[in-house]
């Protein structure tokens, strides 16, 4: 059953993922019971960058929890506040939420993620970068939180997108060829925030957008030294990895330093008129780009997110997370909690039967018999009606099993409802046991055939792919072939012409020397 709005609307934000002393990450009790409630579609907001640069009051402000008694924590030192990755979900459909994120189903989370400020002297490089990436994998889109401008040295604060390929692999047998294009498809849209703008956004003279302002910063500048190539490389990371992208620029809320050092305290409409308009541009920006977050396709739910979450822990653990095969084993941890509550069904059935006395009434016997054969017919029907294997298997797969598990609960609560007599119990379990059973193993045979389906389409499509690029690679050998020829043809005709030129310049001048003599 769907948990509540009330239930998923969490009045504190909760720390999702710490780190321990060695350095290790660890997933917190309280988020794990929290995600597993969420049955909906989730939606995630991550917000990263440098420490001390406003992370968590902005959260605050997209949450309009600005004056509110619990909040994302902020300071005013000039140590990182936020420690680890923490999160506040809230419903779609609560009344409290912005107008901008009406566009999200009403069974939609919307969990916001604040993650520890990047280039603290109590974090290294390597832990920076596991954070980096590990809200980038989870969240649906990720803010980037910058102070000033875009220059060269805010390029340079993303350094650690160059280790994302060191860190990530989209797929367990990496090639050489791999330039982290591979990786774009798992990255969320990237909105970067701009905080404290005092530039006028105009090029030669001419306005531009804050997007025009971004894209402009991305382009490859001359490489003239190798600092330069470092930039470019991250410029260039930066455009693959993220193709969907957009920029908002702000400028400081408060004009009075004394008050900025104090603004947590400060009411929403104390702050400078252009700040709460631009507050507004990124509300909506966020609303067009905010969507559920999905996986191979997937919408996941919160228990879906949090099985992906503890994998990727694992993986980082250990080395790189394989991005593929950590979806395999999610797929597989959702396998295994629909067989296990398969079980707990089959275990309480059969413990009401070992504690009922079997009714020989023949009469209810059979009604309660019937009863179960037409409720299973008729769900199982629209079932297999509404079923079709479409793209890589893995959408049939999955409705699969949210079919036949929401089957199995619809049967047992309409039978319960409506059997008669005390042999009621009995009589569902051995139903149970031969009908749901029977089930999950030609579950089990479909998720094989669908697994190898797509392993045998992969294979014929890269095949192809090989053979066309063959095919190109002996046009492209016949084409300069020809040119060669070509060009050997012109340079004797035109070889042969000067020879003649000559020749006959020479006849000529022949000529008139002999008439200029008679």
Known sequence: MVSSASTLALSAPLPFVTLSDDGSFEIAPEAVTYLQQIRGDIAVVAIAGLYRTGKSYLLNLLLGRDQESEMFDVGATVNACTKGIWIWGQPAGSQTRHPAFKHLSKDTTIVFMDTEGLG???????????????ALLLSSTFIYNSRGVI???????????????????????????????????????????????????????????????????????????????????????????????????????????????????????SLRPEFREQMEVLRNKLSTLLKPKTMMSKVLNGAMLLSLTENYVAAFSGSSPVITSVWDRVLESQCDQALESAKQVFQAAMDAAITEKTNNDGASTAYNKDLLQELYVSKKKSIDDSASIAGDGTQYLQDQLTSSRDLLEDIVTQYNSRALGPCKSSILNNFLVEKMVESIFEWGTQVKTVFRSNEAKLVSDIASTQQNLRSIEAKVRVAQEMLSQQKESYEKAVHSITERITSERGTLRDEIESKQRN
Request: charged content about 30%; glycine content about 2%; proline content about 4%.
């Open 120 to 134: 603290s002297t109590q974090r290294s490089q390597t832990q920076d970068t596991r954070i980096f990436a590990l």
């Open 151 to 269: 220059d060269a040295s805010a390029i340079e604060d993303l350094s650690l997108v160059v280790n994302l390929t060191k860190y990530i692999q989209a797929k367990a047998h990496k090639t050489e060829t791999e330039d982290g294009s591979e990786l774009s498809v798992f990255f969320p849209d990237f909105l970067w925030v701009v905080r404290d703008f005092t530039l006028q956004l105009q090029e030669d003279g001419k306005k531009v957008t804050s997007k025009d302002y971004f894209e402009s910063a991305l382009k490859q500048q001359p490489p003239l030294t190798e600092e330069v190539v470092q930039k470019n490389r991250i410029r260039s990371l930066l455009s693959t990895f993220f193709p969907s992208r957009d920029c908002v620029t702000m400028v400081r809320p408060l004009s009075d330093e004394a008050l900025l050092r104090d603004l947590i305290r400060q009411p929403y409409d």
